[in-house]
């Protein structure tokens, strides 16, 4: 099976989260089978839903992986897992010291009980648009439309990018 491009958005807002975030895209950079192709920068954006929470510290990575999406998922959940992330206790939207999620996995279209690509969400998400705009361009998204597109459709929110010495 030919290696594909992979774009995976990470969060964090528990604990020191810029930190925890260069650390995770390590991390991600030695999944067996996986490649690091690119990394955007460092943004801060104002936690979504209602939940009174700290700034999240957001970016996403560009991957080319031979590894199948729910293969690549157990990677990602295992590095959660090192942070101390607990899906199952978590409420949607609250806090958590680290949160990957496979945005987009080549063109497919997958769905299961536990993975959705591409991500349901993501084009509602501006944390993860800009960034993947950063590192990937303004590609199109079958379904969705260009990234620049939907940029320009997302919702408003409070968001900076970090210089690197923010970082």
Not at 40 to 53: E, F, H, K, N, W
Request: charged share 25%; net charge negative; glycine share 8%.
């Amino acid at each position: 099976m030919p290696a594909e491009e992979v774009f995976i958005g990470i969060g964090s807002n528990i604990g020191d989260s810029i930190i925890i975030v260069e650390e995770a895209i390590d991390a991600i950079g030695n999944i067996q089978q996986c490649k690091l192709r690119g990394r955007s920068s460092l943004y801060r954006s104002t936690a979504l839903g209602d939940i009174p929470q700290d700034d999240y510290i957001n970016a996403v990575v560009k991957l080319e992986t031979g590894l199948e999406p729910l293969q690549l998922l157990l990677e990602l959940q295992a590095i959660e897992h090192a942070y101390y992330r607990k899906r199952d206790s978590e409420p949607r939207w609250g806090p958590r010291t680290l949160d990957l999620d496979i945005i987009l996995f080549g063109n497919r279209v997958f769905e299961d009980s536990h993975l959705r690509l591409p991500h349901p969400e993501f084009s509602q998400r501006p944390f993860v648009l800009v960034p993947m705009f950063e590192i990937g361009g303004d590609r199109f998204v079958p379904g969705f439309g260009s990234l620049s597109y939907l940029i320009q459709q997302a919702p408003e929110l409070a968001m900076e990018k970090l210089e690197a010495n923010d970082a």
